[in-house]
């Protein structure tokens, strides 16, 4: 199985600063096709997860442009602009590049 | 907008068999896409447990195979989970969700998820 490695597991950030997550694979994660299935999920408390990043770098529907992903094959990375109270919650990186898919442990962003 | 949403006990004897639905809403089951069932131990992270695609094809997680059955039922538009022999470790929120092949890859929608504990 691909393992998932999220850093830093906590983050205390400041309301309107910027915040970092890392997401690094086991293995690469670029796919036969070419595309490379890294997603990263936010799941507010209470709630299910939702989709907030696809294939490293494309935003889903209805996202803000405060969120952006990057990297490439085996190091990931989510950021958020300017940090917002609904931003509280845990984030999950995610790839389905090869079976069974694996998420990261998740990172809890919370407000200092 | 795909809406799934979760139905079945929330409470399963240990060696009993955890049954679970998918209602999908808004969307055909017979699309292209995979759908998903995820759990989430209470406090902890997301596990995934397999999807199907609507031709009955299946894909599980290797931890769980000889005890996962995904089945889908394309006349109602829902999809089931059925594991068997469980034990207190089965104890999770378990999520339906939709996962859209090489579009995005790996799981676009989620539904909001069902609490099924094991105990006696």
């Known amino acids: 199985d691909i393992v998932m490695t999220q850093t830093p597991l906590s983050s205390p950030v400041t309301l309107g600063q910027p915040a970092s997550i890392s997401c690094r694979s086991s293995?690469?994660?670029?796919?036969?096709?070419?595309?490379?299935?890294l997603s990263w999920h936010q799941q507010r408390p209470g709630q299910p997860p939702r989709l907030l990043i696809y294939?490293?770098?494309n935003r889903f529907s209805g996202v803000p442009d405060r969120f952006s992903g990057s990297g490439a094959g085996t190091d990931f990375t989510l950021k958020i602009s300017r940090v917002e109270a609904e931003d509280v919650g845990v984030y999950y990186c995610?790839?389905?590049?090869?079976?069974?898919?694996?998420f990261g442990q998740g990172t809890k962003l919370e407000i200092k | 907008q795909v809406q799934l949403q979760e139905s079945g006990p929330g409470l399963v004897k240990p060696s009993g068999t955890l049954s679970l639905t998918c209602a999908v809403s808004?969307?055909?089951?017979?699309?292209?896409?995979?759908w998903t069932w995820v759990r989430q131990p209470p406090g902890k992270g997301l596990e995934w447990i397999g999807e199907?695609?609507?031709?009955?094809?299946?894909n599980y997680n290797p931890s769980l195979e000889s005890r996962v059955t995904i089945s889908v039922d394309k006349s109602d538009n829902q999809f089931s989970l059925k594991l068997n022999s469980v034990t207190a470790a089965d104890t999770a929120v378990y999520y339906c969700?939709?996962?859209?092949?090489?579009?995005?890859?790996?799981?676009?929608?989620w539904g909001q998820g069902t609490l099924v504990t094991v105990s006696s």
């Open positions: 808004g969307g055909s089951i017979s699309s292209t896409n995979w």
């Open positions: 969700a939709r996962s859209s092949g090489s579009y995005t890859g790996g799981v676009d929608y």
């Open positions: 294939k490293i770098s």
């Open positions: 293995q690469s994660l670029v796919s036969g096709d070419g595309n490379t299935y």
């Open positions: 199907i695609y609507h031709s009955g094809s299946t």
């Open positions: 995610t790839q389905a590049t090869q079976l069974p898919y694996t």
